[in-house]
Each structure stands twice: as structure tokens, then as C-alpha cells.
């Protein structure tokens, strides 16, 4: 069936390192992908998104790099802080479709 | 702007019970869909909704529906409730949906007793 997996469902980094969270797809049809945040309590917050005519999308402190020869999503979080901790998703979207399809989440934990 | 909006925020259901969630998109959006999440899992698509038209549909059993009325609100409905519909049950809104960026609210809380 589809998914979105997620290598690492935990992940703990000192404060002021960079992060890298991963992500495997398996829908080679999936045209678009997004990260999210969620905090606890709160809903998915939108971080960076891409499409899949590129490999790499740059926002602030955040880096989003699409491989998909292997079918693979990452986030880079640079100078991790205490706020970054979180869970956070992958999301593709299937081409075509209006469904996202997500992975089951990595927590990041930031030491300090 | 205001956010994705959900109501109620929180509720408790006895099971067999059914219950409505509603939710009002972003102003201007026009795509409405619905997850399911629980404790340990990612999030399970729903449905999605698009000038009051369902355009997809996931893999949840009859007694889960929805619909969207034509100022874009959606209302979802969970019938017969079991307990293993305890779940943060979130909306996220898009301009129009294919390609475009889909934005969450805060979500429903419900525990089925």
C-alpha cells in the first residue's frame, strides 16, 4: 500500500547543532511534499514544502532536500533551539490526487 | 487572517454514540479535508472536499462522513462510535487543494468512553 516512512522516530541533538530528519516515500508518482511541526497539543504547523521538479528548497534555518532516484525527503534544521523541539511530519501528495498521505512522525528532542 | 478553526476543541462520547466536528477554512479557501490522528501514528487521510463536492476519499469504514457547505465550512460525522475512534481529529484548509499547500487547525480532541 502506500506510506511515508520516517527513518528516525527519535531524535535528540545539543542545542545549536544542525538536524537532519529523514524521510522514505514510496509513491515515485508524488509530485509535491511538506514538512510539518507539531507541538504537543497544538495542530501541524506548516515548515517548508517542495515539488518535485526540484531537489533542494531553502527557508529560514531550514533546508529540504528531495531525492527522488532513491525516494528519499529530508529536513535540515541549522542551529537547532529549544523551540524546534518537536514531532515533525513528512507529507507527499500523490500526483493527481488531493490526498497527502503522512509518515508516522520523528520526535526531535534538543538538549541543552 | 484567521487560521483553520475547529469545534469543539475538546469532547467525551459514550460508545454508540455519533458525533459532528466542524470546521471553517482560511478565508478564501475552497479545499476542506480531514485526518484522523492517534497516539503512536501518523496521520490517516479522511476525506477532502472541494466546492461541496468529495473529490477523494480514504480508507475509514461507512460510518465516517462529511460534507461542506457552500461558505467552504465542513462538518464531519462519526456514527456508532467505537472506542478506537479516540483521536485528535484535524482539518487543514488550501486554496484550492491539488499542489497547494494544505494549512491545519488546531484539531478536535474526542474520547470515546
Known amino acids: 500500500g502506500e506510506s511515508v516512512g520516517l527513518h528516525l522516530p527519535t531524535l535528540s541533538v545539543q542545542e545549536g547543532d544542525n538536524s537532519i530528519i529523514n524521510c522514505a516515500y514510496s509513491n515515485s508518482a508524488s509530485d509535491y511534499f511538506i514538512w510539518y511541526k507539531q507541538e504537543s497539543g497544538k495542530g501541524p504547523q506548516f515548515i517548508i514544502d517542495?515539488?518535485?521538479?526540484?531537489d533542494k528548497r531553502q527557508g529560514q534555518r531550514v533546508t529540504v532536500l528531495l531525492n527522488k532516484t532513491v525516494k528519499h525527503l529530508s529536513l535540515q534544521i541549522a542551529a537547532t533551539q529549544p523551540g524546534d523541539s518537536a514531532v515533525y511530519f513528512c507529507?507527499?501528495?500523490?500526483?493527481?490526487?488531493?490526498?497527502?498521505?503522512f509518515g508516522t512522525g520523528t520526535r526531535l528532542k534538543v538538549l541543552a | 487572517k484567521a487560521g483553520v478553526t475547529q469545534t469543539p476543541r475538546y469532547l467525551i462520547k459514550t460508545r454508540g454514540q455519533q458525533v459532528t466536528l466542524s470546521c471553517s477554512p482560511i478565508?478564501?479557501?475552497?479545499?476542506v479535508s480531514w485526518y484522523q490522528q492517534t497516539p503512536g501514528q501518523g496521520l490517516q487521510f479522511l476525506f477532502e472536499?472541494?466546492?461541496?463536492?468529495?473529490?477523494n476519499k480514504g480508507n475509514f469504514p461507512g460510518r465516517f462522513s462529511g460534507r461542506q457547505f457552500s461558505n467552504s465550512r465542513s462538518e464531519m460525522n462519526v456514527s456508532t462510535l467505537e472506542l478506537g475512534d479516540s483521536a485528535l481529529y484535524l482539518c487543514a484548509s488550501s486554496l484550492e487543494g491539488a499542489g497547494n499547500t494544505i494549512y491545519f487547525g488546531e484539531g478536535s480532541w474526542l474520547t470515546v468512553v
Open positions: 517542495i515539488r518535485s521538479n526540484m
Open positions: 472536499y472541494f466546492s461541496e463536492t468529495q473529490r
Open positions: 507529507a507527499e501528495r500523490g500526483g493527481g490526487t488531493y490526498k497527502y498521505i
Open positions: 478565508s478564501g479557501h475552497r479545499s
